[in-house]
């Protein structure tokens, strides 16, 4: 199946991952990789950093004339930061930073300079995912499925989304915006509040929204838990830096409901063959498995966890109390991040794709696509007799 590998610190070299799955054969558009890492790259709120990284990718093994060839892909970003540190001496940090890997990395590896927690777990390292979510969103692409993200809230400002916004609308002003919104006069609120959060020295966090449109039906399974296509993507997400919270659909806000409000009643279409549903509070899965309604995952981000206002610690050099020392950070980066998960959904969807259909070339995947079962009738037959469980006891 699809997996991926990713090496490198923030102010180092280069970013590297290894990607391996991926069907041989595919088309891929380099302009639309950097394109996506682009876009990682917009969003107010940043930091200094973005204004000095411009990121864009190598593919150095994997892809050859335009297309893979079914080996590991390679890739290949650089940090143009490290230039201002590979001959530095860097001055010692010891005191951790609350909420940071600062001081659960120095517990589980031992370090003596906390700094080597602080380079792997930054989330410098999302810019190679976003490059690996491109490729795969390529293999999507090729089926017709697509991704999109928004953002819903950034600290108390939420966006009241009506219900029936089409989602190809709400993913295109999302896209006109540094906030990633959907709603331009909410964009422009959330704006303030991040200008009043940089000014009171503190970071904010948000939620965001990513969606699939045209997944078919029948992907992942319920028969083991860590096959259940839901569950799958809520760890992939849950994976990117400072998410603490995934759902699907709108599972917190469903517990308030009783069932006969919640789940999607099934209806014939007017063909009198297709299954369909009026409404989506299942976010797209039941048992596991893809329903073929779009896939909704939402996200919950805490706020950046280098705060300019010093937090209270402990300097583990001293064994004194200290105060945090600020460094270069972001403010918000929840508008950059729902550009991550998009690139995670992408690549545990291609991974279920892959799964389902499995071929070495990309060929091979287009045959089995098209003959992957329906929600109609005439493609679920029935045996309506009674039956016995007929173990063999
Ligand atoms: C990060 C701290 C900042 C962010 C970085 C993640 O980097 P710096 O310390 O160099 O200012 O900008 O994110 C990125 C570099 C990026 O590409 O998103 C952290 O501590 O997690």
């Known amino acids: 199946m699809i997996r991926f590998l990713t090496a490198g610190e923030s102010h180092g070299p280069a970013l590297t991952a290894i990607v391996e799955g991926l069907p041989a054969g595919l088309p891929v558009n380099l302009n639309e990789i950097n394109h996506q890492m682009a ?13 000095i990284e411009k990121d864009a990718v190598k593919l150095t093994a994997g892809v050859m004339n335009g297309r893979t060839t079914g080996a590991p892909i390679a890739i290949q970003l650089p940090n143009i930061d490290y230039a201002k540190w590979h001959d530095r001496d860097i001055p010692p940090m010891t005191i951790p930073r609350p909420g940071h890997a600062d001081l659960t990395g120095a517990i589980k590896y031992g370090y003596r300079e906390l700094r080597l927690a602080l380079e792997r777990a930054s989330a410098r390292e ?17 089926f017709d499925i697509t991704i999109g993200s928004y953002v819903t809230s950034i600290g108390p400002i939420t966006a009241n989304i009506p219900p029936d916004m089409p989602y190809p609308k709400r993913f295109a002003t999302a896209e006109t915006n540094d906030l990633r919104c959907p709603l331009p006069e909410t964009a422009e609120k959330m704006r303030i509040h991040i200008q009043h959060i940089m000014q009171t020295k503190d970071t904010i966090g948000g939620i965001f929204e990513i969606v699939a449109l045209n997944v078919p039906p029948g992907l992942g399974s319920h028969v083991h838990w860590d096959r259940r296509l839901d569950a799958r993507l809520m760890w992939a997400v849950g994976s990117i830096h400072a998410i603490k919270g995934v759902e699907i659909g709108p599972a917190f806000h469903n517990t308030t409901l009783p069932g006969s409000q919640v789940h999607d009643e099934i209806f014939l279409a007017d063909d009198g063959q297709t299954l369909i549903r009026h409404t989506n509070n299942s976010g797209g899965f039941e048992g596991g498995i893809t329903t073929g309604e779009p896939i909704i995952i939402r996200a919950a981000m805490k706020p950046i966890s280098t705060v300019l206002n010093p937090r209270h610690s402990v300097n ?32 545990v969807l291609a991974d279920a794709l892959q799964e389902k259909l499995g071929g070495d070339s990309l060929d091979e995947m287009k045959a089995r696509f098209a003959n992957l079962r329906q929600a109609r009738l005439d493609e679920l037959p029935m045996d309506n007799t009674p039956w016995r469980f007929g173990y063999e006891e």
């Open 316 to 347: 583990l050099a001293t064994g004194e109390e200290a105060q945090t020392v600020y460094e270069r950070s972001d403010f918000c980066a929840v508008p950059r991040a729902a550009v991550v998960g998009e690139a995670m959904t992408a690549i």
């Open 39 to 51: 876009r990682r790259q917009k969003g107010y709120g940043s930091g200094g950093r973005m204004k």
């Open 126 to 142: 999302t810019a190679v995912r976003v490059a690996v979510g491109a490729l795969c969103r390529q293999l999507l692409a090729q």
